[in-house]
């Protein structure tokens, strides 16, 4: 790591490609956080995440992520009719007060209406 004298006496660490990358695959590792690696390395956790966000954008090869269980896409049978389409139902409650409002679900573009005009 080297340390560059900058404006108005600031100083930038600079730090190896092969610190970089050790950090980077410390970070690509299952369960293991960015902030605790950059802790470790006294390194900030943004200057880490750019680091990693670059080796990746540079098309180098990573670990493939771990699947816990594979995906499968069910197709479920939409039922269709008036058993299906249930009420729209509104319960409005002040104190002790409920007021229950019902409305067909076939008018729901009037109960959206009457709704909006009601808030307002």
């Not at 269980?69 to 409650?93: Q, T, Y």
């Amino acid at each position: 790591m080297d340390i560059k004298q900058g404006v108005a006496g600031r100083r930038r660490r600079r730090h190896s490609a092969e610190f970089k990358a050790r950090l980077i695959e410390e970070c690509r590792r299952p369960g293991v956080s960015m902030a605790s690696v950059a802790m470790a390395n006294g390194v900030n956790a943004n200057l880490l995440r750019s680091w990693v966000a670059r080796d990746g954008a540079a098309g180098r090869s990573s670990p493939a992520p771990v699947i816990a269980a594979k995906e499968e896409f069910i197709a479920l049978p939409l039922v269709a009719g008036p058993a299906a389409v249930a009420d729209i139902r509104i319960e409005l409650r002040r104190g002790a007060t409920t007021v229950t409002i019902v409305w067909p679900a076939r008018a729901a573009g009037e109960c959206a209406a009457w709704l909006r005009e009601w808030l307002r």
